[in-house]
């Protein structure tokens, strides 16, 4: 959906936007870097998807997209990160799949488990480099 780790939040909203979907985000009362995002896409009406977001400074420190996704569409989700990030084993437990993929201190997972018969993928999109960069020492 052209969504990558580390996207500033301007970027996210406008590709949100562009997929015809909403987004909202609230700032933390605690601490004014943070805000915590929500919405949610239907791209080309394959199903609609909701979108959780930790934003710090600006930056999508933790995107997390998730739905119920076809067999195909997660085959072609896996098969189009593969080509871009190499190939990589599922790790398998019970009814729950997971492929990940870790560059430049910037993190993909998708994690997949069968929810009353159907098939739940979460996509989570992770900047270690703005989570790095919160530590207090």
Request: contains cysteine; charged residues 25%.
């Amino acid at each position: 959906m052209g969504f990558r780790p580390g996207m500033s939040a301007a970027d996210v909203e406008a590709r949100i936007s562009a997929l015809g979907g909403r987004w909202s985000c609230k700032a933390s009362r605690v601490d004014a870097r943070f805000s915590e995002c929500r919405g949610n896409v239907n791209p080309n009406g394959e199903g609609e998807y909701a979108l959780t977001s930790s934003v710090v400074g600006g930056t999508t420190a933790v995107l997390l997209i998730s739905g119920d996704v076809d067999d195909a569409q997660l085959d072609g989700w896996v098969d189009n990160l593969s080509k871009r990030y190499g190939r990589v084993t599922a790790r398998l437990a019970n009814t729950q799949a997971m492929w990940q993929w870790v560059r430049e201190r910037r993190m993909i997972r998708i994690t997949t488990r069968i929810e009353r018969g159907t098939r739940v993928v979460s996509v989570s999109l992770v900047d270690g480099i703005v989570l790095d960069g919160l530590g207090g020492g």
